[in-house]
């Protein structure tokens, strides 16, 4: 089945040590998306990328990078992590950007 | 900054009754609408997308759009324990950026 597969599921960090999270898709989308979900709180969008062109939020701390090496593979690399940064990290994707988008399961980020 | 507004809830009601969630936005510009649902950690899953004004229904789920008053919402019938969960409605802008609602968790008792 065509999917969006995210990994870890679960990650542990602790204070200021660097942590990649990763996100691939079989569903040959053109758009990968990153969100930070908090609890009770909506998706915020942190940055996208069409093809190879990437989007960032006005607002995403530049504590957040991206890369996506090719079509399949998207990374959110946060350089140091704060108690502030444990969420839910979800990776969403798109045929286009007009399109629906579909979500992984998302990675549980702990900052210990 | 482009709002997308749900009531949170709780919202309970019993077995086999409809579910109603609405939601309002405050860009004239958006386009495209869409409901997601999602279960305590676990990650959105769309249920419905709704593009024009009117009623969309998909099973048990109807989703409608009044572009005019600016409002979506999301009916289930005969609701199941299983539609337990909070339900995000989502807004498309002219830009296509996707703005979330913070959800509305609904709970169905037996």
């Known amino acids: 089945d065509a999917m969006v597969i995210q990994n870890p599921r679960y990650q542990v960090t602790q204070f200021g040590k660097p942590v990649t999270l990763s996100c691939s898709q079989t569903?040959?989308?053109?758009?990968m998306y990153w969100y930070q979900q908090k609890s009770s709180q909506a998706p915020k969008l942190l940055f996208h990328?069409?093809?190879?062109?990437?989007?960032n939020e006005a607002d995403t701390p530049d504590n957040f990078q991206s890369r996506r090496p090719n079509t399949s593979f998207c990374f959110l690399d946060i350089r140091s992590p704060g108690l502030g940064d444990a969420a839910m990290y979800l990776c969403?994707?798109?045929?286009?950007?007009?399109?629906?988008?579909?979500f992984g399961p998302g990675t549980r980020l702990t900052v210990t | 900054q482009k709002e997308v507004e749900q009531n949170s809830g709780p919202l309970s009601v019993p077995e086999g009754a409809i579910a109603s969630l609405n939601c309002t936005y405050s860009?004239?510009?958006?386009?495209?609408f869409f409901w997601y649902r999602q279960y305590s950690g676990k990650s959105p899953e769309l249920i419905m997308s709704?593009?024009?004004?009117g009623d969309k229904e998909d099973g048990r789920f109807t989703a409608q759009l009044n572009k005019a008053s600016q409002y979506v919402s999301l009916l289930i019938r005969d609701s199941q324990p299983s539609d337990s969960a909070t339900y995000l409605c989502?807004?498309?802008?002219?830009?296509?950026?996707?703005?979330f609602g913070a959800g509305t968790r609904l709970t169905v008792k037996p």
């Open positions: 989502a807004g498309k802008d002219n830009n296509n950026d996707m703005r």
């Open positions: 990328y069409y093809d190879k062109d990437f989007n």
């Open positions: 860009d004239r510009g958006s386009q495209s």
């Open positions: 569903l040959n989308h053109n758009v």
């Open positions: 709704i593009y024009s004004n």
């Open positions: 969403a994707t798109s045929l286009t950007k007009n399109y629906e988008q579909y």
